[in-house]
T-cell receptor, first 114, second 108 residues
Framework: SQTIHQWPATLVQPVGSPLSLECTVE??????LYWYRQAAGRGLQLLFY??????ISSEVPQNLSASRPQDRQFILSSKKLLLSDSGFYLC?????????????FGPGTRLTVL | AQRVTQPEKLLSVFKGAPVELKCNYS??????LFWYVQYSRQRLQLLLR??SRESIKGFTADLNKGETSFHLKKPFAQEEDSAMYYC??????????FGKGTLLTVNP
């Protein structure tokens, strides 16, 4: 069966420090991968998505970047964190192509920037 | 552009009462609509999708293209239905656009 992991579960970082959040998927090949930010009162905002290794699309301009060094690994990064980067970050995957594909979400990472 | 509106941030009902979580969308093409749910301390997960036309945990949702709505309904709410509910739209690609969510509280 397929599983999706995220780490760390929680993270507290000072303003200006770098960030690296990792997401890995097991049990499937060539998944579509997604990074979302979930903020209270703002719902889920799609940040990045990827349809293959090295293929990243950004949805919103921001202080963050994403990379996909391996088929089932998706990394969210920042060189210098801002206070506004605080939030709950969710990784998700779906089966590539086709219609009506369900997205499966990871447990999330709670990031607090101080 | 795709847009999903959930007008109620909070919804509180008593156990056994009917519940309706509203969702309206904006999309020029033929959309696919979903409801996702997040129970306390659990992962966000799919509840139902309009193409399946199924009832999950007593919930149903009908796509009304005339009113551009996909409201989620349950005739008799249960305490275990308390959760955050997100409506989502998928357009011509695989990306989902989510609403801001409605926190449902079912009181005993």
């Amino acid at each position: 069966s397929q599983t999706i992991h995220q780490w760390p579960a929680t993270l507290v970082q000072p303003v200006g420090s770098p960030l690296s959040l990792e997401c890995t998927v097991e049990g499937t090949s060539n998944p579509n991968l997604y990074w979302y930010r979930q903020a209270a009162g703002r719902g889920l905002q799609l940040l990045f998505y990827s349809v293959g290794i090295g293929q990243i699309s950004s949805e919103v301009p921001q202080n963050l970047s994403a990379s996909r060094p391996q088929d089932r690994q998706f990394i969210l990064s920042s060189k210098k964190l801002l206070l506004s980067d605080s939030g709950f970050y969710l990784c998700a995957w779906s089966v590539p192509a086709g219609g009506g594909n369900e997205q499966f979400f990871g447990p999330g990472t709670r990031l607090t920037v101080l | 552009a795709q847009r999903v509106t959930q007008p109620e941030k909070l919804l509180s009902v008593f156990k056994g009462a009917p519940v309706e979580l509203k969702c309206n969308y904006s999309y020029s093409g033929s959309p696919e609509l979903f409801w996702y749910v997040q129970y306390s301390r659990q992962r966000l997960q799919l509840l139902l999708r309009h193409i399946s036309r199924e009832s999950i945990k007593g919930f149903t949702a009908d796509l009304n293209k005339g009113e551009t709505s996909f409201h989620l309904k349950k005739p008799f709410a249960q305490e275990e239905d308390s959760a955050m509910y997100y409506c989502a739209l998928r357009g011509s690609n695989y990306k989902l656009t989510f609403g801001k969510g409605t926190l449902l509280t079912v009181n005993p």
